[in-house]
Nanobody, 126 residues
Framework: QVQLVESGGGLVQPGDSLRLSCAAS????????VGWFRQAPGKERQFVAG????????TTADSVKDRFVIAKDSAKNIVNLHLTNLKPEDTATYYC???????????????????WGQGTQVTVSS
């Protein structure tokens, strides 16, 4: 079974940027529909961004639309989430999720994804 591994999290200051990466153990990941979610302590898991299987269509949550960008690098089997102008309220564990179903449009609901990574922590604090 395909395993997802997130990386790139860390402790940053408000206004900083980060690039989170989601890598998979199999080359077939290049054709998966992928999304990023986040969960802060005591809060529900929240959709952040998603990309269709061919990388052409993306969507981002309204709360981060002007600051976060998702991009699929099929040649490297990686999906990146670029976070800019980070704020303390962005502090959360960020999870990569995927499904082998080839959706052209991004998926925004957690139940639509069958594969999940272990998460990477992003902490924004001065």
């Amino acid at each position: 079974q395909v395993q997802l591994v997130e990386s790139g999290g860390g402790l940053v200051q408000p206004g900083d940027s980060l690039r989170l990466s989601c890598a998979a153990s199999e080359s077939t990941f290049a054709e998966y529909t992928v999304g990023w979610f986040r969960q802060a302590p005591g809060k529900e898991r929240q959709f952040v961004a998603g990309v269709g299987y061919n990388g052409a269509s993306t969507t981002t949550a309204d709360s981060v639309k002007d600051r976060f960008v998702i991009a699929k690098d099929s040649a490297k089997n990686i999906v990146n989430l670029h976070l800019t102008n980070l704020k303390p309220e962005d502090t959360a564990t960020y999870y990569c999720a995927a499904t082998s179903t080839r959706w052209l449009r991004p998926l925004t609901e957690a139940f639509q994804y069958s594969l999940w990574g272990q998460g990477t922590q992003v902490t924004v604090s001065s």
